[in-house]
């Protein structure tokens, strides 16, 4: 009876943590999928009034939040192009606590930013269409996979 306790209390207390975080790492992965990535890239109907606003009411929606993100960016890439980016990261970005890298060609990306003055609730995009290096979020330092944008290398 004592070791089937203590391999239980093992199990708790050892591979539950672990469990969580692959969990909250596949979310992390799979919410840059759909959050960050646009390929082929999408033509919203001319309602939406331009790509970003189109984009960011479905950002929005599968955030459930109700305020404007200021900038965001959409890769229009195949995923496993940008995955490559990710497989050697040596640098350690201590205010995200995950592994960062800096993309070695450019790729095309739409950048967001909300319009000024405006009420909030609108939520009126302008687009901005380039390519660019990019600093990436990563999984982890060897054989990750992106899980956010940083920002473009200038």
């Given at each position: 009876?004592?070791?089937?306790?203590?391999?239980?209390?093992?199990?708790?207390?050892?591979?539950?943590?672990?469990?969580?975080?692959?969990?909250?790492?596949?979310?992390?992965?799979?919410?840059?999928?759909?959050?960050?990535?646009?390929y082929?890239?999408?033509?919203?109907?001319?309602?939406?009034?331009?790509?970003?606003?189109g984009?960011?009411?479905?950002?929005?929606?599968?955030?459930?939040?109700?305020?404007?993100?200021?900038?965001?960016?959409?890769?229009?890439?195949?995923?496993?192009?940008?995955?490559?980016?990710?497989?050697n990261?040596?640098?350690?970005?201590?205010?995200?606590?995950?592994?960062?890298?800096?993309?070695?060609?450019?790729?095309?990306?739409?950048?967001?930013r909300?319009?000024?003055?405006?009420?909030?609730?609108?939520?009126?995009y302008?687009?901005t269409?380039?390519?660019?290096?990019?600093?990436?979020?990563?999984?982890?330092?060897?054989?990750?996979?992106?899980?956010?944008?940083?920002?473009?290398?200038?």
């Open positions: 009876m004592v070791p089937a306790v203590a391999q239980l209390l093992f199990l708790q207390l050892v591979l539950r943590p672990t469990l969580v975080m692959a969990v909250q790492l596949e979310i992390a992965v799979q919410n840059f999928r759909t959050l960050n990535m646009d082929p890239k999408v033509k919203f109907p001319d309602d939406f009034k331009g790509y970003c606003n984009f960011m009411s479905y950002v929005r929606g599968r955030k459930e939040q109700w305020y404007c993100p200021k900038t965001h960016y959409v890769l229009h890439t195949p995923w496993k192009t940008i995955w490559k980016s990710c497989k990261s040596e640098s350690f970005c201590e205010n995200y606590n995950e592994y960062c890298t800096l993309t070695t060609k450019p790729f095309p990306i739409t950048i967001c909300v319009n000024k003055r405006q009420p909030p609730t609108s939520c009126r302008s687009s269409e380039t390519n660019r290096k990019l600093y990436l979020l990563c999984s982890s330092k060897y054989e990750g996979q992106p899980i956010g944008i940083l920002g473009l290398y200038k």
